[in-house]
């Protein structure tokens, strides 16, 4: 890990919020930035008490996707089992989000690019705000995909649309986003945080039970 913090757990009740705090790389994802969510995952899985996850994106932002100025993976480097555990990792973080035991909301808002898209897949709700803009284009710049985040695309919005928007790379605007289902929520960029606070508040008002998963 380096000094810097790329995420920010902050826990009040029944209510965790994780925030990515790369606002000034439009929270663009590293390897230092999948250790803290794995890490912070794997601390609220042991939380009964916490209910509700918010996950979010500081600055003008969620995230801007792989960090093309480094690499998004860790040096890949060893015998072919250690390659393949290495490889895996984005992968197994994004099933550690679509397991942990809390209800998952995704505050979605500027660039939701590439990786970014399938961490925002992999969470219950997603409410964005109207100047959201999804794009897979990892084929567009010729990087792999290597996530193998696309089964949750395809359990999202189905399988022709995420084939439309993974092989054309194109971007995707709210509206759309709203009707795929991506988005079960779009409001203005100035309503956005009254919006995941009222959806937090409807999920704290049903009882406990109902909401586990």
């Given at each position: 890990m ?41 601390e ?25 100025t480094s690499t ?45 898209a399938l ?7 997603r ?5 959201t803009v ?5 084929l ?13 695309l ?12 993974v ?23 100035d ?23």
């Open positions: 380096t000094n810097e913090q790329v995420v920010r757990l902050d826990v009040e009740g029944a209510v965790a919020r994780l925030t990515l705090t790369r606002a000034a790389k439009l929270n663009a994802l590293n390897d230092d930035v999948r250790r803290a969510l794995q890490s912070a995952l794997t609220l899985e042991e939380r009964p008490d916490v209910r509700i996850v918010v996950l979010a994106g500081e600055g003008r932002a969620f995230s801007a996707g792989a960090d093309l998004a993976y860790p040096p890949v480097e060893g015998d072919w089992t250690t390659r393949r555990h290495r490889t895996g990792t984005w992968q197994r973080l994004l099933e550690q989000l679509d397991r942990v035991p809390q209800v998952t909301v995704a505050r979605l808002h500027g660039h939701v690019i590439g990786g970014a961490l925002a897949a992999a969470c219950d709700i409410i964005a705000g109207d100047d999804v794009r897979i284009h990892e567009a710049i010729g990087i792999p995909l290597t996530w193998a985040g696309t089964p949750l395809v359990r999202e919005i189905g399988l022709p649309l995420t084939r439309d928007w092989m054309t790379c194109r971007p995707v605007a709210s509206e759309e986003l709203l009707r795929s289902g991506y988005a079960q929520r779009v409001v203005t960029a309503e956005l945080d009254a919006a995941v606070e009222e959806c937090v508040a409807q999920l704290l008002a049903v009882p406990p039970g109902p909401l586990a998963r």
